[in-house]
């Protein structure tokens, strides 16, 4: 799979090498009345291409943090209700340690 990948971003690659061999021309952009710059067409096109991926790429980062953060306090929870379960409270207030709480009864059956 590795192999494959890799074989898709080196035909990227070269055809991104191409396409800018191809197109080397000048750009002229007008930016105010009197501002003028010159850029040649592949730069600008990877300039405009990562100008519109920032967006998205901010979304990504700002989702990810937040389910990380979630599943942080998901595994904080399930640490604490594990606990409780084998019948050790953990408090946070008391500097004395944990507390022990006695099992649980089962309830009896019936026939």
Same mark, same amino acid.
């Given at each position: 799979?590795?192999?494959?990948?890799?074989?898709?971003?080196?035909?990227?690659?070269?055809?991104?090498?191409?396409?800018?061999?191809?197109?080397?021309?000048?750009?002229?952009?007008?930016?105010?009345?009197?501002?003028?710059?010159?850029?040649?067409?592949?730069? =600008?096109?990877? !300039?405009?291409?990562? *100008?519109?991926?920032?967006? &998205?790429?901010?979304?990504?980062? +700002?989702?990810?943090?937040?389910?990380?953060?979630? =599943?942080?306090? !998901?595994?904080?929870? *399930?640490?604490e209700t594990r &606990?409780?379960?084998?019948?050790? +409270?953990?408090?946070?207030?008391?500097?004395?340690?944990?507390?022990?709480?006695?099992?649980?009864?089962?309830?009896?059956?019936?026939?």
């Amino acid at each position: 799979m590795q192999f494959l990948r890799t074989i898709f971003w080196v035909v990227i690659a070269v055809m991104g090498v191409i396409f800018a061999v191809n197109n080397w021309t000048d750009v002229s952009i007008k930016l105010w009345s009197d501002i003028e710059t010159v850029w040649k067409l592949p730069f =600008l096109l990877l !300039a405009v291409f990562l *100008l519109g991926l920032l967006p &998205s790429w901010i979304l990504h980062r +700002v989702t990810r943090w937040s389910l990380r953060r979630k =599943l942080e306090t !998901a595994n904080r929870s *399930l640490i604490e209700t594990r &606990s409780v379960a084998d019948g050790v +409270v953990v408090d946070s207030f008391a500097s004395t340690g944990p507390i022990t709480v006695p099992p649980a009864t089962t309830p009896p059956t019936f026939p």
